[in-house]
């Protein structure tokens, strides 16, 4: 998957407009520069982020005219795109009608898109959406049961997010089994921060764990996952709580953290807390593995079968725990893991037994090469 695509540098822009900024370059073949200095927007972020990208030292390439284009990466396309696509103003007009859909994401994303068609005018910025890979994901599964004139009026709807991920890793998994992807029944398990599960069938996008916003399906690192709605208006009123505090409570300080009572929001310290015996943290990793499991029997339901489950992210790729308890008792779907072969981080790997029906596999995420790939084909194209 990685064929004629050479990776020349990576990097990050951290904390733009807070205190403590830093921009990281990661030049291939040359030392890292991780640099602490004021970052107040995302202007002067872009700026030095291509001015690492020329520099005559430890730059990669010799100017801006040697980049053929730019991809962004966008949270939020709403209906209207359900692939990648060439920014034009009327699409940058679409975006920003999708800014209340995600209000978080989506203003970031566009500022980040119009400063870089501001740098470097000439040069076509590509956008490649979160939601768009789940635009397949049909009626049955994406309507919500409240009444439809809302749907109608505000879309509200199962929209899904990692899209990127989760078609690299599917596309990934049939690579590497040799299978067409198309002939596959594949459940992708993006665990992170935050955390997605889909069923992929014959390629496509049929169901997936988040929804309209960000914080439904499995718990995750402050979010509280599937709750009953009974509870928003019940503990608002209890705790007198307004409609941003019930917002936070939810977002910021529930999932691992607030099932932790406090202690993380992060696998590595509770599964360290765990082997101490730490109950907090062992009741939080089993509600955590218990829905991840429940998501694998209602998708292999959705799709009449299962043939492969991926598990992607920071947690999927590195936690073994996790992988451990969330495939055990599902031998009945024909699911074994081989328990040496899971003790594995950060590889692509089948970690399965080899008489196992289901495939397991863990494939580490990359999303910023799908991004490029996407990015080429659409430049190439237009
Ligand atoms: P994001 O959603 O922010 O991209 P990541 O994909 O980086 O998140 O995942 C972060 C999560 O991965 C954290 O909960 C972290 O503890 C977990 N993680 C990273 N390494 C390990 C590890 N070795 N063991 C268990 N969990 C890990």
Do not use: W
């Amino acid at each position: 998957m990685t064929e004629g695509y050479n990776l020349l540098a990576k990097g990050l822009v951290e904390r733009i407009g807070i205190p403590n900024s830093v921009i990281n370059h990661y030049p291939l073949d040359k030392k890292p520069v991780i640099k602490k200095q004021n970052i107040p927007n995302h202007r002067i972020g872009i700026e030095l982020l291509t001015e690492a990208l020329i520099n005559h030292e430890y730059g990669v390439i010799k100017g801006v005219e040697e980049i053929v284009a730019v991809g962004h990466r966008v949270v939020h396309a709403g209906e209207k795109f359900s692939g990648s696509i060439l920014l034009t103003d009327e699409v940058m007009e679409a975006l920003k009608d999708c800014t209340e859909l995600a209000p978080l994401h989506n203003p970031h994303n566009i500022l980040g898109i119009e400063v870089c068609k501001e740098l470097m005018p000439d040069i076509p910025q590509i956008g490649v959406f979160d939601t768009a890979f789940h635009q397949s994901i049909p009626e049955h599964a994406y309507l919500y049961g409240i009444p439809y004139k809302y749907y109608k009026k505000y879309k509200i709807r199962r929209y899904g997010f990692h899209g990127t991920s989760h078609d690299y890793v599917s596309k990934r998994a049939a690579e590497i089994l040799n299978k067409p992807v198309e002939d596959l029944k594949i459940i992708t398990c993006h665990l992170g921060n935050g955390s997605s599960i889909t069923a992929v069938k014959n390629g496509i996008s049929i169901d997936t764990s988040l929804g309209f916003g960000t914080d439904t399906g499995i718990i995750m690192g402050s979010r509280c996952g599937d709750i009953d709605a009974a509870i928003v208006p019940f503990l608002m009123e209890k705790e007198n709580l307004s409609i941003d505090e019930i917002g936070k409570l939810l977002y910021k300080k529930s999932g691992f953290l607030g099932l932790s009572e406090g202690l993380s929001t992060d696998m590595r310290d509770l599964t360290e807390k765990a082997a101490q015996g730490d109950e907090r943290a062992k009741r939080t990793i089993s509600v955590f593995t218990y829905g991840i499991k429940k998501y694998i029997g209602a998708y292999s339901a959705a799709m009449g079968g299962l043939d492969v489950i991926v598990f992607t992210a920071g947690i999927g790729e590195n936690s073994i725990e996790t992988r451990e308890e969330s495939c055990k008792g599902l031998e009945f779907l024909g699911v074994k893991i081989d328990h040496e072969k899971n003790k594995i981080r950060s590889k692509e790997a089948i970690i399965s037994t080899d008489d196992s029906k289901v495939k397991v596999m863990t494939i580490p995420t990359n999303e910023e090469l799908m991004i490029a790939k996407d990015t080429l084909r659409i430049v190439t194209e237009n």
